[in-house]
C-alpha cells in the first residue's frame, strides 16, 4: 500500500475516533451505551485513549518517517492528551454531566501514553530482523 493511501486512512481513523469520543461526550448520562457502564469510568478513558494514541503514534510513524521514535511518540501524546483535554470541556457543557475532571485526564493521558508506546514492539521487532540480515 502506497505511503500516501496509509497516512490518509491512519489520519482519517484517528479523526473518526475523534468523532466519536466528542459524540459520546456529548450525550447525557441516559442516552450513554450500556457498555459504558461495564466497567470503571477511569478504565474506559485508558482504552479509549490508548486506541486514540496508538492510532496517533502510527499516524505520525507514516507521515514523518524520518523523524525518531521518541519525537512521534511524543507528539501522539501530546495530541491525544490535548484532545483528552478537550473532551474534558465538552462534557463541562453536556447537562447531566461532569467535565473538567483532572483524573478523567490522568487516564487519558495514561492510556494516551500506552497506546504510543505500543509502536515500539513491531519497531523492535523490525531491528532484531534488519540486524539479523545484516549479520548474515
Do not use: C, Y
Request: hydrophobic share 55%; proline share 4%; charged share 15%.
Amino acid at each position: 500500500m502506497p505511503r500516501r493511501t496509509l497516512a490518509s486512512i491512519l489520519w482519517l481513523a484517528l479523526l473518526a475516533w475523534a468523532g466519536g469520543i466528542l459524540w459520546l461526550s456529548s450525550l447525557t448520562p441516559e442516552r450513554l451505551p450500556d457498555a459504558a457502564f461495564l466497567v470503571s469510568d477511569k478504565i474506559n478513558h485508558f482504552i479509549a485513549f490508548m486506541i486514540g494514541g496508538w492510532l496517533a503514534a502510527n499516524a505520525f510513524q507514516v507521515t514523518r518517517p524520518r523523524a525518531t521514535i521518541a519525537s512521534r511518540i511524543i507528539l501522539a501524546v501530546i495530541v491525544v492528551a490535548a484532545f483528552g483535554a478537550l473532551d474534558e470541556t465538552v462534557q463541562a457543557f453536556t447537562p447531566g454531566r461532569t467535565g473538567r475532571d483532572l483524573h478523567d485526564w490522568i487516564a487519558d493521558f495514561l492510556g494516551a501514553v500506552a497506546g504510543a508506546l505500543l509502536i515500539l514492539a513491531p519497531q523492535a521487532r523490525l531491528s532484531r530482523r534488519a540486524q539479523r540480515r545484516h549479520q548474515r
